[in-house]
């Protein structure tokens, strides 16, 4: 039982992680295509534009960093109900 705990403490940290990882990725990807533009990307047999992808990328960021936090605290709050019920709480 202590190993499955350990195991989502561990996890809290890692959706933490991956939430500001994702962030920044896509924050600097999406900048980079809205400043430098580049070919038009084939998406369903229609051609977009580079920056509106860049665009597009700012929504997946705050998207992703939402996801990944909201999981985090989901998984936090878990286990701060387990630990308070099972009394052995801090």
Known sequence: MAT???FL????????VLAWFA???QVVTGLVL??????????GGFDIPARVIGILNFVAAGMYFFSFGLMSHLIQLLLEVHERLSGTGR
């Not at 403490?9 to 933490?16: D, I, L």
């Not at 809205?34 to 998406?43: A, F, N, Q």
């Open 4 to 6: 499955s705990r350990k």
């Open 34 to 43: 809205v400043i430098r533009g580049g070919e038009p990307v084939l998406i």
């Open 9 to 16: 403490h561990v996890s809290v940290t890692v959706f933490k």
């Open 23 to 25: 962030l920044v990725v």
